[in-house]
């Protein structure tokens, strides 16, 4: 793939939450992957000018409801994963392909839900549509389970679990919490849906009690998605569980403010994570992570780069995904981006701390621009990347 320099960088945002950001500066991209930040480089095969612009990484959208390829019967949208893409997006985890036409939300059984995931593993999760790196084949836990079936989920390459329309009055025979168990050793992530019912209305409210009793490893949209559990709860939550916490897009605004407010309290931002809960009844909404980073810098009072850290490097390391920071050795998915004209701001955690959106002019992944000119999704910066040889 050869060496690409990017050069001209005003600021560098890390994603990781304890280093966030480097100014004026460059970084080598060789075979993939980020290979030296700021070091000097000799005869690189491409030079890519950022023209005085912000690198970040690629947005990490851990809460997606994928069906097959591009299409989502959800808004019955065509398309959509380019469109995301495009809204600065790389990489999204799957919280379930519950969208499926016919599937029986009120009748699911073991070896139903575990073929629902190895085939959208071996369908949607094996070719990156439009360039995003799609993690799929997340399983709808449901009672009955056996560890032969968490085998072969292994088998296949399962990295996500799901609980979300699971049949709570099992809790006291302790199967969840040995769901739970058998996933961990087998590196698979736990979520559970939090809060009220959503759109379907077959999923099963989860408030305090359940949540940790459960202790997932990801608490799913904590304020809605779109119903949240009472404040209270919320923050209990917060104080008792040490996992992550997540704040989709479907969020409740009033909510989210009392979530970061708990977090940023206990110093806890660190396990703040980010999705959009799309496709779904809040639509398909390409910007829908930027937004996500705009909130939570604008409204909520979280630094920027610690709010782009919930929104890549948080939610990546959550997932067990080797994506969302910016350093040598990691994946060279990241965007170029900075001020459109009219904004106030003279770079991109400025744009998010003013709730201004930024126009993305480069779009990588694996090192490889999948977007060099301007994004379709925002409108175009104020300055422009160059490619100087």
């Known amino acids: 793939m050869g060496t690409t320099l990017i050069t001209d960088i005003d600021m560098l945002v890390t994603g990781d939450a304890a280093a966030p950001v480097l100014r004026d500066t460059q970084l080598l991209i060789e075979d993939g992957l980020v290979a030296a ?38 808004q019955n949208a065509v398309g959509w994963l380019h469109n995301y893409l495009h809204g600065g997006t790389t990489s999204m985890v799957s919280a379930g392909e519950l969208h499926l036409p016919g599937l029986p939300m009120d009748a699911l059984t073991p070896e139903l839900v575990t073929s629902l995931a190895v085939t959208s593993l071996h369908t949607t999760g094996r070719v990156r549509q439009s360039g995003v790196k799609m993690t799929a084949g997340t399983v709808l836990l449901t009672p009955g389970m056996t560890e032969g079936h ?4 292994a088998a296949a390459g399962a990295s996500q679990a799901k609980f979300i329309f699971y049949d709570w009055n099992h809790l006291d025979t302790g199967e969840p919490m040995t769901y739970l168990q058998w996933a961990n050793e087998r ?38 998605g779109p119903i949240p559990m ?115 701001a003279t770079n991109v955690l400025e744009c998010f701390q003013l709730g201004d959106l930024p126009g ?13 000119g301007r994004s379709e999704q925002t409108p175009p910066p104020s300055r422009r990347v160059s490619i100087q040889s």
């Open 37 to 74: 930040i700021g070091e000097d480089v000799a005869a690189p095969d491409r030079v890519i000018s950022a023209g005085g612009m912000s690198v970040m990484p690629g947005l990490v959208d851990g809460h997606v409801h994928p069906t097959f390829g591009e299409w989502t019967p959800a």
């Open 150 to 153: 968490f085998d072969r989920l």
């Open 187 to 224: 590196d698979i992530t736990v979520k559970m849906h939090s809060g009220g019912v959503s759109r379907s209305g077959s999923s099963r409210v989860a408030g305090y009690d359940l949540v940790s009793a459960v202790r997932p490893d990801v608490v799913a949209h904590i304020s809605g």
């Open 230 to 344: 009472p404040d209270e709860e919320i923050r209990k939550t917060i104080d008792d569980l040490s996992g992550a916490i997540e704040v989709c897009s479907s969020m409740n605004y009033r909510a989210t403010q009392v979530a970061v407010d708990r977090l940023t309290e206990r110093g806890e931002l660190h396990r703040l994570t980010l999705g959009t809960d799309t496709p779904g009844g809040t639509g398909v909404i390409p910007r829908g992570m930027l937004r996500n980073v705009l909130y939570l810098a604008s409204v909520c009072g979280v630094d920027p780069a610690i709010a782009v850290a919930a929104a890549t490097g948080n939610t990546a390391s959550a997932h067990g995904l080797d994506a969302g920071v910016l350093a040598p050795g990691r994946p060279a998915d990241l965007l170029i981006l900075g001020p459109i004209t009219g904004s106030l």
């Open 360 to 372: 993305i002019a480069a779009i990588f992944v694996d090192g490889e621009p999948l977007v060099l």
